[in-house]
């Protein structure tokens, strides 16, 4: 006899399957869940690791700002101690150019001139005085020009004052200073060889002396150099002091003097 089953089958089937529907909707929700936290901590542990390597290149980065601090003040220091090491080169390198430049000055002025005042700035010399006449004046301007220590010397001014019935013209020169090769090529051994003060031969040699010792007590007692320069001035107006009583032996007293007075003589004729 056959089974017939009356019972409402096809209810029971729908309701499993949504049963069964429900269920797979509840497992992927929570895969889902399962996922987007799984996301969550990896973003979030990244996040961390770029926060950390964010804070040590900030260290990093500040440790570099710090040490180029320092090196931009070594270079402050650096150029500062180059400088220093310039100054003393030169100050050692024109270490005996003045006592020269004294020297040539007696044995290149002429007996109708005679210095004032000298000044020196650089590289140039400022010479002012008064002379017999042009030809006087243009004739210390060729001694000057053949003077190893000194160049190219520029007429600034003269005139003629009509103060001194001897020596009525006044002038000013400006003088290029030199150094003889002879001298650069040397070195300091041959710089520390410095030549003793000028002599004062006749008369005429001892007047312009007292002359320049006349003005470096005036520059040295000029307020408005500094220190230094006063007392390098005091000690070049004592040198020429010295040189002025020092006597001369072995030396005629009157070649230095000849050339200059013919070559007025025959200018004044």
Do not use: C
Request: hydrophobic residues 40%.
């Amino acid at each position: 006899m056959a089974h017939i089953n009356l019972l409402p089958w096809r209810v029971e089937r729908r309701k499993q399957r949504e049963r069964e529907f429900f269920m797979q909707l509840g497992a992927a929700f929570v895969a889902a869940v399962l996922v987007v936290l799984v996301w969550s901590l990896w973003m979030d542990a990244r996040i961390n690791t770029q926060n950390d390597r964010n804070t040590y290149l900030q260290g990093e980065i500040k440790q570099l700002d710090e040490r180029i601090a320092k090196i931009k003040d070594l270079e402050k220091v650096r150029e500062s101690l180059l400088a220093r090491k310039q100054i003393i080169e030169q100050l050692q390198a024109n270490r005996s150019q003045m006592v020269h430049l004294f020297d040539e000055l007696v044995k290149t002025i002429p007996a109708s001139a005679r210095l004032n005042g000298l000044k020196q700035t650089g590289d140039s010399m400022s010479l002012d005085g008064v002379a017999q006449s042009n030809a006087s004046v243009a004739e210390y301007m060729r001694n000057i020009e053949t003077s190893p220590w000194m160049g190219h010397a520029d007429l600034r001014k003269t005139e003629n004052t009509h103060g001194d019935s001897r020596l009525p013209y006044s002038f000013g020169l400006d003088v290029a200073l030199n150094r003889p090769k002879a001298e650069e090529d040397s070195g300091s051994a041959d710089e520390a060889k410095m030549p003793p003060p000028p002599v004062a031969k006749t008369p005429a040699e001892r007047a312009q002396i007292e002359t320049m010792v006349k003005a470096l007590d005036a520059g040295s007692a000029n307020s408005s150099k500094s220190p230094a320069e006063r007392a390098k001035l005091g000690a070049m107006a004592k040198a020429l002091e010295g040189a002025q009583t020092v006597p001369n032996p072995g030396a005629p007293a009157k070649s230095e003097v000849k050339p200059a007075s013919a070559t007025t003589a025959g200018g004044a004729k």
